[in-house]
């Protein structure tokens, strides 16, 4: 099947399959929702899987506003349309399209009387039939262990190397999302080490300059959370021995973390390794993104996955490869996942 796909004025025709090259089995592309009605046409566009979150009441009149369900509980509607037993709808959905759906609960941190209400939560989501729950720590791993449903270790997990992956795979954990900071060479150790686990890598949108499992912040506009602090508090450029180039270096930093990283990260360029190292699928970020978005991050990886299981090298995946629709930021390496791939390992941003 020919799939265009529009870069700025060129049509770029992409031959779409499913399929990976080495093993012959999927790559899954991992999406965001926040509206049933929104599943058909993301699924139309090449979403493989589905992930979302959930408002609950009973959370809201038991706890502060300080702890949160998931990790974007207070973008509330913006990225949890539905309560709990309304998730029956989406759940419903994805299955009837042949498709797998998450939920998370992923919250920095939960007491021992909010650890119970969600294991109530979790039984619930048991009975809708969800593939799995999104988790933050191994305590609710273990509760999702004891109530028969899959856990994934989110990025709040801190999986970096194998024997943290280790600790997770013996708690029964099945599938992890490696974090944004992890070297490419890195993941390819861990899946090499654990073949058996299902491996989630971030692909497009949201980049963050923390690391989730070592962030005490919340997404909260009331609790000073440091990357919002840093995004929205007001900038001065000053100093007695301020060069021009130093005032520019400074300015272009800025806008690199607050702009095109936060906004329009992409890891495209390493579709070619992670084909090789059979990694499961790759993360589309944005739960309370436009789903317009969404949709045209996935065609594009959609693409390029394709373009990637007919190349015989990275170098020729990356010389075919659809770039994002404003290519000047990835040549500049401003907004990249894993600018190793491209630059060399000296780049990566955990350095």
Not at 13 to 20: A, E, K, N, V
Not at 161 to 189: F, H, W
Not at 195 to 211: A, D, H, L, Q, T
Not at 328 to 333: D, H, P
Request: charged content about 25%.
């Amino acid at each position: 099947m020919i799939f265009p796909y529009i870069s700025g004025n060129k049509n770029i025709l992409c031959p779409i399959s499913t399929t990976r090259k080495v093993l012959g089995e999927f790559m899954f592309i991992l999406a965001p929702i926040n509206h049933a009605n929104d599943m058909k046409h993301l699924a139309q566009s090449g979403a493989d899987e589905f992930y979302i979150g959930f408002y609950e009441t009973s959370w809201a009149s038991n706890n502060e506003r300080f702890y949160d369900l998931n990790r974007m509980s207070d973008f509330a509607e913006d990225a949890n349309r539905y309560s709990l037993p309304e998730l029956i709808e989406p759940i419903e959905e994805a299955h009837r399209l042949g498709k797998k759906i998450y939920v998370t609960l992923n919250a920095p941190y939960y007491n021992p009387n909010q650890l119970r209400m969600l294991q109530e939560y979790i039984r619930k989501l048991k009975e809708f039939k969800v593939d799995g729950v999104i988790v933050s720590n191994l305590r609710v791993a273990d509760i999702c262990r004891q109530e028969g449903i899959s856990a994934v270790a989110s990025t709040m997990c801190g999986v970096y190397n194998t024997q943290i992956l280790s600790t997770y795979a013996m708690s029964g954990v099945k599938r992890v999302i490696v974090p944004r900071d992890v070297r490419i060479e890195d993941v390819k150790r861990m899946k090499e080490s654990f073949p058996e686990i299902e491996f989630e890598v971030f692909m497009m949108r949201n980049g963050c300059k923390f690391s989730d499992a070592n962030c005490l912040g919340f997404h909260c506009y009331p609790h000073g959370a440091l990357c919002r602090t840093l995004k929205f508090s007001k900038k001065q450029i000053g100093g007695t021995n301020l060069t021009f180039d130093l005032a520019q270096q400074l300015f272009f930093n800025d806008m690199m973390f607050k702009e095109l990283y936060e906004h329009d990260a992409c890891g495209m360029c390493a579709i070619y390794d992670f084909t090789e190292m059979n990694i499961h699928a790759l993360k589309i970020v944005g739960r309370a993104a436009e789903q317009e978005h969404i949709a045209k991050s996935i065609t594009m990886v959609k693409a390029n996955i394709a373009i990637a299981e007919q190349s015989s090298s990275r170098k020729e995946y990356l010389e075919n490869m659809v770039f994002p629709s404003d290519p000047k930021t990835c040549f500049m390496g401003l907004s990249c996942y894993y600018p190793e791939i491209r630059f060399g390992a000296k780049h990566k941003l955990s350095d």
